[in-house]
């Protein structure tokens, strides 16, 4: 269990519900992890002050100062204290209750803003307690296939849906353009689309592959009692103000300043939701009073800026059982979740992060690929890396440093990749009758990367000088254009994700203050040719790479306890 994972099953576990599997986890990392313990303390601690409230207030008159300070609606609602007492006193009756429990608090040590918008929250909760399905599609500032809960404000918008059934049994699917998890009651396999490598966890799982602040959206009722119980745990500032919908109708808008604890210099700060500090803002219908819809804003230096937006929310609605299948490619390659103790483990656990930085680095170099894997949590080495990191060049490794966030280590390193040869299938056959680039071929002419248009490339105001254009010559003009780091020109030769992809690239290496054109490779592009096999024109062209800059995050594998790469290349 990670620190994610675990943060989502905190308040569960206060309040006794997590089944015996779950509960070992959370417990098990819990002793490791400093940060989340601290946070489960402030959450018990919460919880103690709930009951204790509770059973004082039990025996007060709900004529008095906590009544006059009860939002008064128009129309007749069940008042807070009539929700709080028909749920009786206690933590974990239900996460509806909770919340109720909740707003008896906010009432009584915040201000009325908050206590408010904490009685909209509570009733969001309530009007979804008996969900037994939900869907929902939104936008997220991400890279369409790295993990799920990656954020880069640098990136464009790339959609992220969210299947999920509660009855009769769980199961859930999470995808975005290049990476799918699908949770079918049984099994949990994730796919990472570019490069047909998948993983599988044989069991069900409420949870998985860094997919939990979407879990905790879907789950709402939990969802919004945590909220509720990490802004007052962690004094976050919440509000309450009134809208008019697009059908007219009122909304209750809360917005809450939710703080990740993280300095401003820390490495991870404002890399993933869990280490954001965000500005989230719920919206619920006045009248229903179930949530529309959810804006989240990454605070940075510059300003806020929108990273998630969900705008479709489908409650109850029959989900058609297809969802629940994942269709694997028929050579995927299938990670290894765990790994495994060597007959000379002992020479692996004494290194240090820089040591196992540089061993695996130079296991790339010889392209000893079963050496590389000892330092690989999941394996094998997939053949997208083989490629990538086969003969590379070290040119220098840092000194590890860690960050608040989390146990691991990040390890500056800085390598050369070796000039590689690609190809790159074009085509015409689109109503703009101009060349676009459809898949990423290696020297062997063996498939790297299906690059699919979802619209049809667009017909451009200027669209005859593209069209004039020979296979090679668009493809010069793209490699042109990406040099530039011209965006726009770039989408008239590859798919939207495609670009987003290496925006985000280009975006964590800003962030690290590194010259980026100077990250950017050199191609020399060849001559086109025409396969009639493929029915398609190939453009050869030869890359050599600029000097890769970066910081490698390595974890240590307790039962082995050898670091393992974890991220960073």
């Given amino acids: 269990m990670n620190c994610a994972e675990c943060r989502d099953n905190l ?36 919880q103690q002050r709930l009951v204790v409230r509770g059973q004082a207030t039990a025996e007060v008159s709900i004529v008095g100062p906590v009544m006059r300070r009860v939002l008064q609606k128009k129309k007749e609602k069940e008042s807070v204290m009539s929700k709080i007492f028909k749920y009786r006193w206690g933590f974990g009756l239900s996460a509806a209750a909770g919340a109720a429990a909740i707003i008896l608090i906010t009432f009584l040590v915040f201000p009325k803003t908050a206590a408010t918008a904490a009685e909209v929250m509570a009733r969001g909760a309530q009007a979804v307690a008996k969900l037994t399905s939900i869907h929902f599609r939104g936008e997220l500032r991400t890279s369409p296939q790295d993990n799920f809960s990656y954020i880069n404000a640098d990136c464009s918008f790339c959609t992220i849906e969210l299947w999920e059934q509660f009855e009769p049994d769980l199961k859930w699917r999470i995808e975005k353009p290049l990476r799918v998890a699908v949770m079918d009651g049984d099994s949990t396999t994730s796919l990472i689309k570019n490069g047909d490598v998948a993983a599988k966890i044989p069991k069900a799982s409420i949870n998985a592959f860094d997919s939990g602040w979407l879990q905790q959206i879907a789950n709402l009722s939990n969802t919004i009692t945590n909220e509720l119980t990490n802004a007052l745990a962690k004094g976050w500032k919440m509000n309450l103000t009134e ?14 300043e939710a703080k990740s604890g993280l300095p401003a210099d820390d490495y991870l700060k404002n890399q993933f939701f869990e280490t954001a500090d965000t500005r989230r803002v719920y919206v619920f ?17 510059a300003g806020d800026i929108l990273i998630f937006k969900l705008d479709q929310i489908d409650y109850n609605q029959p989900i058609d059982p297809s969802v629940w299948k994942l ?15 060597l007959p000379d483990n002992e020479k692996y656990a004494s290194m240090t992060a820089e040591q196992a930085t540089r061993a695996f680095f130079e296991a790339c170099s010889q392209e000893n690929w079963s050496e590389a894997e000892k330092f690989l949590r999941e394996s094998p080495v997939d053949y997208l890396t083989k490629q990538y990191l086969g003969g590379l060049e070290i040119i220098s490794i840092g000194t590890a440093f860690t960050s608040k966030a989390g146990p691991d280590q990040f390890v500056p390193y800085e390598i050369r990749l070796r000039p590689q040869e690609f190809y790159l299938r074009v085509s015409n056959d689109n109503p703009a009758k101009r060349y676009v680039i459809t898949g990423v071929y290696d020297s062997k002419l063996q498939l790297l990367q299906e690059l699919k248009w979802t619209n049809a490339p667009p017909i451009l105001p200027d669209n005859d000088a593209y069209s004039k254009l020979s296979p090679a010559e668009a493809v010069r003009d793209y490699f042109a254009a990406q040099s ?21 690239e280009i975006g964590a290496a800003r962030k690290e203050g590194l ?7 050199s191609r020399e592009v060849g001559d086109a040719f025409w396969s009639a096999e493929q029915s398609a024109w190939f453009v ?17 594998d307790k039962p082995t306890g050898r670091w393992f790469v974890d991220g960073g290349w």
């Avoid at 050869?540 to 240590?556: C, V």
């Fill in 484 to 504: 530039r780091l011209d965006w726009d020109e770039m989408r008239k030769f590859t798919p939207e994700y495609d670009v987003e992809s290496d925006q985000a």
């Fill in 540 to 556: 050869k062209y030869i890359e050599t790479a600029g000097i890769k800059k970066m910081n490698l995050a390595l974890g240590k």
């Fill in 285 to 301: 219908d006045d009248q229903t009073e179930k949530l529309e819809s959810v804006k989240i804003y990454l605070h940075t230096d």
């Fill in 11 to 46: 308040v569960a576990c206060a309040e006794g519900l997590l089944e015996r599997e779950p509960l070992l986890e959370l417990q098990a990392h819990l002793k490791t992890c400093a940060d989340c313990a601290a946070e489960f303390r402030a959450v018990t601690n919460l």
């Fill in 515 to 521: 010259d980026v054109h100077k990250l950017i490779p």
């Fill in 243 to 256: 809208g008019t919908g697009t059908n007219g109708r009122t909304e209750d808008i809360v917005t809450i």
């Fill in 327 to 341: 269709n694997l490619p028929a050579d995927v390659s299938w990670y290894q979740n765990e790994m495994q103790k």
